[in-house]
């Protein structure tokens, strides 16, 4: 079969695979000429009953594309796909969960079924060497995708964004006996092993292409009846399935594909909007500032829910011309209740799943400095939109513990209202979840109290 792959594909003409998907056998289905009582209700006559793998090769007689289904001899129950193809006859185990697969595609009719298989086979059988070395020479970074994204983002972000920076934390005198939690570190700035940029991965997910349509990575065909590759749910775009491992994280959502505020992933939304943090942070932020740092229980006193549903409501709708000053919302709770349930309902929490036991395992620390360091080490591992989101947040957290006569919020007590909030365990075990509890809480309070040193 790899003999042939040279001369039956002309050259590297991008159209080479779309003829040879033309040129694919057609399926033939070979029916069984008496009704089967063991028939399955999900197959037609292309059932043929219990036969051996000789026998349907006979049945089959040759013609390529025939197939037939029938059930196993070696193991009964099962069924198998006989198909015709490259002058042999091919055997796959056939499964059925409301639609019908041999491997990961799944199809509505066997028939279906079999129109792929023979497309991919074919062109698979003609132009192996062709489509094993398509991938080496792409045509992305020149069709100007890549370079419109780093002019549109990169000159607006590298003025706003706040670089991580890393520091050390040292006692000026070792012998000192004091709590080294009171202000008496030196900070020792060292360059920062992590460039802060606003990288997001694509989203891919598997597609059906309705007409021809051609890998934007590649330039090549995307063969086949259904599912022939994969497409970016945030910014549209195409490839194939394993052009997907090769493409960057440059993905730069559009804003008619992101469908809500609330619940949708943060890096997304940062990106679609072009701005450094969620806009639902920076208004809810800006609006208690305004009017709230001396309310009494501040984050820690519940809005009315029904009222803190329509906040939701006016940022999945209107984004950030939704209307959430003191006209509409009088009562600063729900603001603050409506920034707590964004917060909470993010797929990936503020405090990623992948450093989540990292900063677990640095609250338990016993040594403030070694825990301090620890702490650090894990914020310059979050994504740069969490790290930027987490650093003003701490920040806006700062100055409503400086009016605690007032709002009787201090750094502990935000640190429980916001523990569970920023920070949830990878895997939900209750049991776990429950001994987390104060741990995620001293995180946050060290956080707060330390925002200036940390960030």
């Known amino acids: 079969m790899a003999a042939s792959s040279n001369s039956s594909l002309s050259g590297s003409s991008v159209s080479s695979v779309y003829r040879l998907q033309q040129e694919a056998p057609r399926p033939k289905r070979m029916t069984c000429p008496q009704e089967m009582d063991t028939r399955p209700k999900y197959y037609g006559r292309e059932f043929h009953g219990m036969l051996s793998r000789e026998s349907a090769d006979e049945l089959l007689g040759g013609a390529e594309g025939a197939y037939l289904v029938r059930e196993s001899q070696r193991q009964p129950g099962t069924h198998t796909l006989a198909l015709r193809f490259g002058h042999q006859t091919l055997n796959y185990r056939l499964f059925y969960d409301g639609k019908h697969f041999v491997g990961e595609k799944r199809f509505e009719t066997v028939h279906d079924l079999v129109t792929d298989g023979l497309i991919t086979l074919y062109i698979e059988t003609k ?40 520091v050390t934390f040292q006692r000026e005198d070792r012998k000192i006996t004091t709590s080294p939690l009171v202000r008496h570190s030196t900070l020792k700035d060292c360059p920062s092993e992590k460039q802060s ?65 609330f619940s949708c992933d943060l890096t997304t ?122 650093r003003h947040l701490m920040m806006h957290l700062k100055k409503v513990t400086m009016f605690e006569k007032d709002n009787f919020m201090n750094s502990e007590n935000l640190g429980i209202v916001f523990g569970p909030t920023l920070m949830q365990p990878p895997e939900q075990n209750a049991l776990a979840t429950l001994n987390d509890m104060r741990h995620q809480k001293l995180i946050i309070q060290l956080l707060i109290e330390h925002e200036d040193v940390l960030f």
């Open 269 to 390: 939304l940062v990106k679609a909007h072009n701005t450094t943090r969620p806009m639902v942070v920076d208004m809810c932020i800006k609006e208690i500032e305004l009017r709230g740092l001396q309310s009494e229980g501040l984050y820690r006193v519940s809005g009315f829910s029904e009222h803190i549903e329509d906040v939701r409501l006016a940022f999945d709708r209107d984004g950030e011309k939704a209307d959430i000053s003191a006209n509409v919302y009088n009562d600063i709770n729900i603001i603050a209740g409506a920034l707590k349930l964004y917060l909470r309902d993010l797929p990936i929490p503020v405090i990623t799943f992948h450093v989540y036991s990292k900063f677990i395992l640095a609250a338990k620390m016993p040594n403030p400095d070694t825990r301090l360091e620890a702490i650090h080490e894990g914020l310059l591992l979050l994504p740069p939109a969490h790290y930027e989101t987490l």
């Open 127 to 166: 132009a192996a060497e062709y489509i094993a070395k398509m991938t080496t020479n792409p045509i992305y970074e020149h069709l100007g995708y890549t370079s419109l994204l780093k002019d549109k983002m990169g000159h607006r972000l590298s003025r706003r964004r706040t670089e991580p920076h890393r």
């Open 197 to 261: 940029s606003y990288d997001k991965i694509h989203n891919f997910k598997v597609h059906t292409f309705r007409g021809p349509h051609w890998c934007e990575y590649c330039a090549n065909f995307m063969w086949g009846l259904i599912a022939q590759g994969v497409h970016c749910s945030d910014c549209g775009l195409n490839v194939h399935k394993q052009c997907s491992k090769l493409v960057p994280s440059d993905c730069q959502p559009d804003l008619r594909r992101i469908k809500k505020v």
